[in-house]
Structures are given as C-alpha cells and as structure tokens.
C-alpha cells in the first residue's frame, strides 16, 4: 500500500516534501512516479526515477524546480518541491511498478490515495 504525505497550502515561492511510502514492502519497482491532478483534468506526470540506476525524468513544467528521490532501505520515494507557483496546486499522487522510466500514468500499476499540494 502506498501511502503520501507532506502536502499542505503554502505561498508562492515556498517548498514543500512530499513523501511515499510503501508500507507493506510489496512492490519491486523498477520505476516510480509523481503525478498530479486537478479537478477536471487528466493525471499529470511530474517526476519519475528508475531504480535501476537512479536515471530520473521531469516535466518541463518543473524541471528545475522538483526533485525526486527515494530510500531503498526505507522504501520511501520523495518528491521536493521548490519555488512553488499556483499552477502547482493539486493533488499529488506517488505511483509504482512501472517498467521504465516514465511519466504516462497508464504504465504504473499501483497508486497512493494523493496528498494535496495548495499554493497561493
């Protein structure tokens, strides 16, 4: 189970951590993934990073500016937000066993119930 934290509502130009964790130690990912999502609108890829060698890939809309990494010993992956701007607003969510490295939502097989992003 994939389970986000560390969103919250800040100001522009702020940072944020989203954080992941796959509490039942269940997935041999070799890709996981950030996505976001506003009302109405399509899931968003963010961020992806490969485990295989740590090879990571951005939206142009945050490079940058976000930075994604993971713990292997924790089985966490994180996502770091800087320079935050209102058009980040959304809910975030971590997504895992995908088989490269990518941001299309469909290739993910498992997904955290999103933790919201706010930025005013």
């Known amino acids: 189970q994939l389970v986000e934290s560390g969103g919250g509502s800040v100001q522009a130009g702020e940072s944020l951590r989203l954080s992941c964790v796959d509490s039942?130690?269940?997935?041999?990912?070799?890709?996981w993934g950030w996505f976001r999502q506003t009302s109405g609108e399509d899931r968003e890829g963010v961020a992806s990073i490969y485990t295989v060698d740590g090879s990571t890939y951005y939206a142009d809309s945050v490079k940058g500016r976000f930075t994604i990494s993971q713990d292997n010993a924790k089985n966490q992956l994180y996502l770091q937000m800087n320079s935050l701007e209102p058009e980040d607003s959304a809910m975030y969510y971590c997504a895992a066993d995908a088989l490269v490295c990518t941001l299309r939502a469909s290739s993910y097989k498992y997904w955290g119930q999103g933790t919201q992003v706010t930025v005013s």
């Open positions: 039942g130690y269940t997935y041999s990912s070799y890709s």
